[in-house]
């Protein structure tokens, strides 16, 4: 093997590393050596490095700030070479007033799932993009709490099994699965919310340019972008990452259509 | 540690909790993060109207518990910063303050206490003592935690906090209560701009090239590591041990001793005249810090008097303390009362005479 293959200083990129290869593709800096944690066919891993990718891109990871939240991606900060806080669970969004409060120049983004972000953070996540605060907020939304084991979140669909809904969710005990991104695009600090997707190369794309948009208004202090990524979870849903995509594709994503749902007024 | 400010001006006639948050200001705090709640509004309503002409940033959050975790985030992007409230307020802080404890990251909380348990009155109270002093959340932790007695040292205390917290990258918690919160009195205010101010080098503000990424977190999944962030805690809270800081009335020829702190201490003062006009030889000793605790000071006093009173606003919390630091060597009384009603100097004299007849009709 030739060990100049797994070269990953970004100055080599485009350049030749012996007589048939050429260097295309590298892991950005702004991402450790840390090994993922996450399951196979996971998204959260796609998307931490999209994100990684966005900042080394925008040249800002000497001024990012990132906030963890507790859940799957709660070791985060072990693999985003940036500056990081981990937050308590559901709290992330008021850690990240707190740290761009103070530091109103540096770029800050908190990263949630569903149970944090939509249940017990309901009341932060609601005043910080209330507020306006110049801050990305990152939600993945994959219906399940997947790190306590595949117990029911508030964005589970009707009828979808869990640990804690093992004959299936029903509204009239636990309530409707809750759109939280919708909720939010009442509120007139919220400038820029979306909704993505990664589990296939096109959704990966898209979700780079909504990034890249929004670092790119919060430079402009134009209030809060709010970017929700429709993931899967193999291991609490119980099935096979290929299976997760169809599960995404034919149930999440009616519930949950992609695309922007608030994009800025000019 | 004792180390008294600069002060500049005349003495002002202040409320308790204007006097804390001008204090605030002079000590050029970067942030302030508060929810309203009686008997502490002031604060929050004094810093919305003095920051916005001075300097700094006031922030009203949706609830304390969103407040104090916009402290955790301020301070561990290495800010000055400090938040207040009451009793229910603080206890819906307690998690936060438990990631911040665990985080090691310095702050000022004040709790203005009020009676409870929960909702409780808007009338002062001692009845967070074990909240404040012996961890408060889940963990092992401990907050250094200071006990203003006078609009003075509600001004005072803000900038001995800070220094402690910075010193020690650990929170500290004023523990006042209601009435020193709303009463007035004279005050001559710290100097501004007295407390120096550094960016720590962990803080988050932002990975330059030549150092590796700073991380602020409460999480070691490992029990290993888990065991180590522990015993360095405990390490620390040992030297902390060394800030203890109490105050002595009269206690050079006392043969009675009364224990108390803050309000309680104010109005002990007045009974050790009273009982001094009687005849009887009564000295107070008021704990300044609560953690640190001056066990050592009243384990010699057990020696020299013969009987202690503790005189609390509660069902008798500090006197497990004093209990503790005189290791059954003299017998420790209390008298208190709860829900916002306060002693008066002639009850805590009758106390104190009924126990002392008690002991000398045993000794007889």
């Known amino acids: 093997m030739n060990e100049k293959l797994y070269l990953e200083d970004e100055e080599n990129l485009g350049t030749q590393v012996d007589e048939s290869y050429e260097q295309v593709y590298c892991k950005p800096g702004t991402l450790t050596d840390v090994p993922f944690h996450y399951c196979p066919g996971c998204g959260h891993s796609v998307v931490h490095k999209v994100l990684m990718e966005v900042i080394a891109e925008l040249g800002i990871q000497e001024e990012t700030i990132g906030v963890a939240p507790v859940g799957c991606s709660v070791f985060a900060y072990q693999y985003m070479n940036i500056d990081m806080q981990e937050a308590a669970h559901g709290r992330a969004s008021a850690v990240a007033t707190g740290v761009k409060r103070v530091l109103p120049d540096k770029y800050v983004f908190s990263y949630q799932g569903d149970g944090d972000l939509a249940a017990i953070g309901t009341a932060e996540t609601i005043h910080t993009v209330n507020r306006g605060e110049n801050i990305l907020m990152l939600f993945i939304n994959n219906g399940i709490y997947g790190m306590t084991g595949g117990q029911m979140a508030p964005t589970s669909l009707i009828g979808q099994v869990t640990s804690t809904s093992p004959y299936g969710r029903e509204a009239a005990q636990v309530g409707n699965p809750i759109k939280i991104a919708d909720m939010l695009c009442l509120l007139p600090g919220a400038y820029y919310v979306t909704r993505q997707i990664v589990h296939n190369p096109n959704g990966v794309r898209k979700l780079k340019k909504a990034l890249i948009k929004a670092f790119e208004y919060q430079k402009q202090k134009k209030g809060t972008c709010f970017v929700e990524v429709v993931s899967n979870c193999p291991s609490g849903w119980k099935m096979t990452p290929v299976e997760t995509i169809k599960y995404i594709e034919e149930k999440m994503l009616p519930m949950y259509p992609v695309g922007d749902l608030k994009v800025p007024q000019n | 540690m004792e180390k008294k400010e600069k002060r500049t001006g005349e003495a002002k006639l202040m409320k308790g909790n204007e006097a804390f948050a001008e204090a605030a200001i002079r000590a050029d705090i970067d942030a302030y993060f508060g929810y309203p709640i009686t008997p502490q509004s002031e604060v929050l309503e004094y810093l919305e109207r003095e920051i916005p002409n001075r300097h700094g940033l006031v922030l009203q959050a949706e609830s304390e518990v969103a407040s104090i975790n916009m402290v955790y985030g301020a301070a561990g992007a290495g800010a000055r910063v400090m938040t207040s409230s009451s009793s229910p307020g603080i206890s819906l802080m307690q998690e936060g303050i438990s990631y911040i404890a665990a985080a090691q990251l310095p702050c000022l909380i004040a709790n203005v206490v009020r009676g409870g348990p929960g909702l409780g009155t808007i009338q002062p109270s001692q009845g967070d003592y074990f909240q404040a002093t012996k961890g408060g959340g889940h963990g092992d932790y401990h907050l250094i935690v200071l006990a203003p007695s006078s609009v003075q040292e509600m001004a005072d205390f803000v900038f001995d906090g800070f220094r402690l917290a910075e010193k020690y990258r650990n929170p500290v918690m004023i523990l006042s ?85 803050g309000l309680s201490s104010r109005i002990c003062q007045k009974t050790v005249d009273l009982a001094r006009e009687k005849g009887i030889k009564v000295g107070l000793l008021r704990p300044i810090t609560l953690y640190p605790y001056p066990y050592a000071r009243l384990n010699e006093l057990s020696s020299q008097v013969e009987f202690m009173l503790t005189v609390e606003m509660n069902a008798g919390q500090m006197v497990e303390d004093v209990r503790l630091a005189v290791e059954g060597k003299v017998p420790v009384h209390f008298i208190g009362r709860m829900g916002g009603m306060i002693l008066s100097p002639e009850d805590i004299l009758h106390k104190l005479e009924s126990v002392h007849e008690s002991h000398n009709a045993v000794n007889v």
């Open chain 2, 177 to 261: 209560d209601g009435a020193l919160g709303q009463m007035m009195e004279k005050v001559i205010l710290p100097e501004e701009g007295s407390l120096p101010k550094t960016t720590p080098a962990w803080a988050t503000t932002g990975k330059t090239k030549n150092r590796e990424h700073n991380v602020i977190t409460s999480l070691f999944i490992q029990p290993e590591e888990m065991e180590q962030v522990n015993l360095r805690l405990q390490e620390k809270y040992k030297a902390i041990q060394s800030e203890v800081r109490y105050e002595e009335i009269q206690t050079d020829d006392a043969e009675i001793l009364l224990v108390a702190f």
